[in-house]
């Protein structure tokens, strides 16, 4: 680059990605880092302009008062837009203009993709430490990647790396602080807790500020048209969006990378823990701090208003105890923000999404209250139903039979069902595993990731899908991979969860097949012991719940189609990994469900001879971790039921193939990486939390 100048990330990008497909790893490499330094590099300059800018050309000083303040304000926003340009032109060298990426590409880098291509880049360079750390990078904030997935396992699985190279080079440092704090508060440290938590509120404070700045109108890329003189209107209703754009940032620090709804209350929690664990490391000045500001957020709250006179009384009445002044300027501004957000959300129409619980009632005009509590009646009645729908139904199918349950198989939450899927739906299954096998596409066996001795084939209800669109297997025999899997959910969700939602969160057609050569005496095992959403750790006992494992996974499901091989059993331990307290036998129509924690270590026997095929199913109860593929899934079911304008389950005429469109590539380019796998970006998640409705005072 230009001495002092950056070169547009965009153009790096392009280039790393253009040397990547020819296989120019050393280029690739080199190119995507400078795209990345490059991006950084922009958004510094874009904060450090805002802030200067902010203090050139107060935008959001005080609420508008009496008089003219539109015309006041105009003139600010104007004043404004000046500075920016002057200096983001200056600190980028070239033109601000040239820094602006296409949207696809902004969302590339919001969702990491650089760091997909990295990975490989580096792979192939054989620097295994980069590699893994690009890997776990993209990872984090893509948990939904099945490319990726297999890749962290088969990283992990090297021996040539160690855990610390699954770093997270984005790591937001209010997030790993939270994390690390939260561990020492769980095991009782709170010296510890309070040194990372007060670390943790810091940074987050910080990077609040840093999201606010990023909302300061207007935006260079805006358009010059929307200022023009005398648009009042116009420019009212973008201070609102800036503050709407403010409030959403407290959503966005609160919402860990990969995940779609945000820590409830994240800065309040903080001061609630904080309180607690000052009082525990006996400091009860700090603790009496810590409460008073948590009282700014609910001046009501009980137990915090007990506590706080418990330290009054310790301290005595010469020590004066005040919140802190950080988090009263927080909540005084937040609520001024609100104030003026919900008085245009009443006059002007328009809806807002409070980020917080703690808004208080008063702030919240009389008209919008209304709409709210109906909201809430209508999700606490659909509890209600999901709640007596589970009261009511022992199995929701009829035939299947419990042939073991946790006690039998000497553990907790275990089960065994049979009679899940009949004779003729296994032979249907199995035939499509062969079908799929057939096409050489996307099914293609491999070497087992966990033994030379066996092959490994997978296919899931999206590949599946597409086959079946292809022609290349029976659309019934796909179909019935969705509901043979569906069926299997609501038969563990009824018997472990009811009444609480299980969501897909895997599903995978696998077959494990024995290869020809030698089988004789063999040691390992087909799938070594593991749980399903923990790291275990064979020697100090423990199963860490944490990335790269998939700890949103709450349980596991597998339904086996045949039994015509030889090994090949499933088998439960205790937590040492080789205890075996339980066996199960694969059959066709069994399933197996357990919970998916470390009170569930379990691996397969080797399967010495044969073929074996079995549906693996993981279930989560977040909604944000549901199974992305499967809705694609089903998409493409229902669009061939709609074009073949057929009831469903009828004969599949190959021929009309034609006048389908087929679906989009899971993977593009050389035929590995990088996916075009659809997530939400970053932001179109943040906006959407899920839980913030769950509070009763409305
Ligand atoms: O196939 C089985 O019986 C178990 C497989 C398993 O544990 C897994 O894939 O996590
Ligand atoms: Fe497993």
């Known amino acids: 680059s230009v001495a002092g100048r950056l070169v547009p990330y965009d153009l790096l990008y392009a280039d790393g990605v253009r040397a990547y497909f020819a296989r120019d790893w050393g280029r690739a490499a080199e190119l995507l880092q ?13 904060l450090a302009c805002r802030d200067a800018c902010l203090r050139e050309a107060a935008f959001l000083g005080e609420p508008p008062a009496a008089g003219p303040w539109e015309a006041a304000l105009f003139d600010r926003v104007l004043q404004r837009a000046d500075c920016l340009q002057h200096c983001l032109g200056s600190r980028l060298g070239a ?13 590339d880098f919001e969702r990491r993709e650089p760091y997909n291509y990295l990975q490989v880049a580096f792979f192939q360079l054989k620097k295994l430490d980069q590699a893994v750390s690009a890997a776990h990078t993209f990872f984090v904030a893509n948990p939904q990647h099945l490319q990726m997935r297999e890749d962290i396992e088969k990283y992990r699985r090297m021996s040539g790396v160690k855990s610390d190279n699954f770093r997270d080079l984005e790591a937001a440092p209010h997030w790993e602080a939270y994390e690390a704090g939260m561990q020492h508060y769980n095991a009782d440290e709170y ?22 700045a990023l909302c300061e109108g207007p935006l260079e890329d805006e358009e010059e048209e929307d200022l023009q003189p005398g648009l009042y209107e116009a420019i009212a209703a973008h201070y609102i969006q800036v503050l709407k754009c403010r409030q959403q940032c407290v959503l966005e620090i609160a919402t860990k990378p990969g995940w779609i709804s945000a820590t ?9 823990l904080l309180q607690f664990a000052y009082d525990q490391v006996g400091n009860p000045a700090l603790a009496a701090e810590c409460a008073a500001s948590y009282l700014l957020f609910y001046p009501t709250d009980e137990p915090v208003l007990e506590k706080m006179k418990q330290y009054r009384a310790e301290l005595g009445q010469d020590t004066a105890v005040t919140a802190r002044e950080n988090i009263r300027h927080y909540v005084q501004r937040s609520l001024m923000e609100k104030k003026l957000i919900y008085y245009a959300t009443e006059h002007l129409g328009g809806t807002f999404n409070d980020p917080d619980l703690w808004t208080p009632d008063e702030l919240i005009p009389e008209n919008l209250k209304q709409k709210y509590r109906e909201d809430q009646k209508k999700q606490k009645q659909e509890t209600l139903d999901m709640e007596e729908r589970g009261k009511r139904g022992s199995l929701p199918f009829e035939g299947i039979t419990v042939t073991m349950d946790s006690q039998q198989m000497n553990g907790t939450q275990r089960v065994v069902f049979d009679r899940v899927l009949t004779e003729s739906e296994c032979k249907d299954l199995l035939r499509l595993t062969e079908a799929a096998r057939g096409t050489g596409d996307g099914y293609r066996a491999r070497r087992s990731p966990h033994t030379p001795h066996e092959r490994f084939e997978g296919l899931t209800v999206l590949k599946a899908m597409q086959l079946a669109q292809n022609g290349d297997v029976d659309w019934r025999d796909a179909k019935l991979l969705l509901q043979a899997s569906e069926k299997s959910r609501k038969i563990i969700e009824s018997y472990f969860t009811p009444g609480k939602k299980l969501h897909f969160s895997f599903t995978h057609l696998v077959c494990r097949t024995a290869v020809e050569e030698e089988q004789e005496g063999r040691m390992d095992l087909s799938h ?10 064979p020697e100090g006992k423990e199963c860490w719940k944490e990335p790269p494992a998939y700890v949103y996974r709450d349980y596991s499901g597998i339904l086996y189609l045949n039994d015509d091989f030889r090994g090949g059993s499933l088998f439960f331990t205790d937590i040492d ?3 075996v307290t339980a066996n199960v ?12 924690g470390k009170e569930n270590p379990h691996g397969v026997r080797a399967v010495s001879q044969g073929r074996r095929c079995a549906i693996a199913l993981w279930y989560t109860h977040s909604a944000e971790h549901a199974e992305q593929e499967r809705v694609k899934a089903e998409e493409l079911m229902e669009q061939r039921a709609v074009e073949e304008n057929q009831p469903d389950g009828e004969e599949y005429h190959g021929a009309d193939r034609s006048s389908r469109s087929s679906p989009e590539p899971l993977v593009s380019g050389g035929g590995t990486r990088p996916t075009s796998q659809k997530h939400k970006s970053v932001s179109e998640r943040t906006q959407h939390p899920k839980k913030l409705r769950a509070r009763d005072e409305f």
Not at 194 to 212: G, K, M, N, T
């Open 34 to 46: 400078r795209a990345l330094y490059s991006y950084a590099g922009l958004r510094a300059a874009r």
């Open 95 to 107: 033109a601000p203009s040239a820094h602006r990426a296409s949207l696809v590409i902004q969302r």
């Open 191 to 212: 010296v510890q807790a309070v040194d990372r938590l007060e670390e943790s509120l810091r940074e987050a404070l910080s990077a609040l500020e840093e999201c606010r």
């Open 264 to 272: 409830e209350d994240f800065i309040p929690s903080h001061l609630d």
């Open 528 to 537: 070594p012991v593991h749980a399903d959403n923990c790291l275990l750790d």
């Open 577 to 579: 990994t080789v205890t």
């Open 585 to 596: 036998h694969p059959k066709c129509g069994r399933l197996v469900a357990f919970s998916s």
